[in-house]
């Protein structure tokens, strides 16, 4: 008798908090990061298990944060948005998990965060427990994992997907791969392999073995295969297309996806980045707007690259507040150059410079910190030796098995202001065979204007007008829009 009025209670309880939650009809989620603890690796990987979890099963749009919006801020978000923190313990194997749940208007008015707290259990019941008692709608179902079933193989997962450094991520491959290939139907670790893969492709291919874009490409397609429109599955698959010249089968995967998750905001980052390394302007355009409107007010936690997207339309100052948007989110070398870089599209170039030598000295590695320094040598009229240089990264470039178009087409603009119409038409060559084919911008970027004298220039614009019309015929705006 007592233990009916007890579970009758929890029941009650269980009811109103998904019934409270579900009042605001909650179709975001903003995750707040857990606290630095010793158990780093644990909360990284947690952290991004449970955004897969929303992202998969309930399709929604996920944002994170590394703490609580202040009262100010939370006036200001929408009504349908839920808030979510958590707290995950490693006790031998098994998992205790703490989530709590609450809404902008429930904090504002002072009441408390609704709290489940599961004592240490199975990693796979643990999970399935928590999923058990979310107050969001279950969309999507099949027949694949999102988790291993063994629960050292749980922990492992949870190491591997915590790596965030590239050379790490090489250096583990071995491990991941043997993790993939004892859990065949976890979605996880073959995107979490996927992952991986692809990073070292940036690193040194070398240390990572034969076959390495094949390799790749299968661990994504797995995890896809598993769970039809997996969203980052998905999308880190549609940057590596996107990098190695695909763009076609980028926008056609991430064009399912879509489809089945209209909600994620990584999908429309996805087709933006393929659209607008194709020339099609108006649909990276159209996705870019619908991420935006799935994010606002909210800002997102990160954002891999700068958006050129309004660079190549012709609309610097949209293009102006991307880049100053992507410099509120992290200043590294990647958003320096481009502040330099559009400083010396309006001709200024004192400021140009000044953001060159910030971006070369930045921390941290990337192409941008190479390329600012030879936009430094062109500024301070070095120009032997920013050919010198150029020259050399070229050279390291070619070795790499992600072309990056969009890249190497920069270098052909550094050419080109440089004085060598040769080498700015080679490389301008190179960055259309490798999948860069903005018609627009390569016929209209300030900086190509040498270039464009050169007896070879109306061979190539017409072939990147041709690319462009055939994937305009495959890929027109509606097919960037849900």
Not at 253 to 259: D, K, N, P, T, Y
Request: with cysteine.
């Amino acid at each position: 008798m007592v233990f009916g009025v007890v579970l009758a209670v929890c029941l009650t309880g269980a009811w109103l908090w998904r019934s409270n939650t579900h009042s605001a009809g909650a179709r975001r989620v903003l995750i707040i990061s857990s606290e630095p603890s010793q158990q780093t690796e644990v909360d990284l990987g947690l952290e991004t298990l449970i955004s897969d979890h929303f992202e998969v099963l309930a399709g929604i749009t996920v944002t994170h944060a590394a703490a609580v919006p202040a009262p100010s801020d939370l006036r200001k978000l929408p009504s349908d948005l839920a808030l979510f923190r958590f707290h995950g313990r490693r006790d031998g194997q098994r998992l205790a998990l703490t989530t709590q749940w609450t809404t902008p208007a429930d904090l504002l008015a002072g009441r408390p965060w609704r709290r489940d707290a599961q004592p240490p259990m199975d990693p796979a019941q643990a999970m399935e427990t928590w999923v058990a008692r979310w107050p969001l709608d279950r969309r999507h179902r099949f027949r694949a994992e999102l988790y291993p079933r063994d629960p050292g193989r749980f922990w492992q997962l949870l190491q591997a997907m915590a790596i965030r450094d590239d050379r790490e991520a090489t250096s583990q491959l071995p491990a991941t791969q043997a993790l993939a290939e004892a859990e065949p139907m976890c979605a996880t670790a073959w995107t979490t392999l996927g992952d991986h893969l692809y990073r070292s492709l940036w690193v040194d291919p070398a240390e990572a073995g034969i076959g390495l874009n094949s390799r790749t490409h299968r661990a994504f397609q797995r995890a896809v295969e598993l769970v039809p429109g997996h969203p980052r599955a998905t999308f880190l698959w549609s940057l590596m297309l996107t990098d190695t010249g695909n763009q076609d089968v980028a926008l056609r995967v991430l064009g399912e996806a879509m489809r089945l998750r209209p909600e994620v905001p990584d999908i429309f980052l996805g087709l933006t980045y393929a659209g607008r390394t194709s020339g099609l302007l108006a649909g990276a355009r159209s996705a870019m707007i619908r991420r935006q409107e799935l994010l606002t007010p909210l800002s997102p936690a990160s954002s891999w690259t700068v958006e050129t997207t309004n660079l190549y339309i012709g609309d610097w100052s949209a293009f102006e507040q991307d880049v100053q948007q992507a410099r509120t989110l992290r200043e590294d070398s990647g958003v320096l150059f481009y502040l330099g870089y559009l400083a010396l599209l309006k001709g200024d170039r004192k400021t140009a410079l000044g953001r060159m030598k910030d971006a070369e000295t930045a921390g941290g590695f990337s192409p941008f910190q190479d390329l600012a320094r030879v936009y430094r040598a062109l500024l301070e009229g070095r120009t032997a030796d920013g050919l010198a240089e150029l020259r050399r990264i070229d050279d390291v470039r070619g070795k790499l098995r992600i072309p990056d178009g969009e890249l190497t087409f920069k270098h052909a603009e550094a050419y080109s202001l440089l004085g060598d119409s040769d080498r700015a038409v080679d490389c301008a060559t190179r960055a259309f065979v490798q999948g860069f084919s903005c018609a627009r911008w390569y016929e209209s970027s300030p900086f190509l204007e040498k270039m464009r004298t050169h007896p070879r220039w109306p061979t190539l614009r017409r072939n990147v007008r041709e690319r462009q019309a055939v994937m305009e015929g495959s890929f027109p705006p509606s097919s960037f829009e849900p």
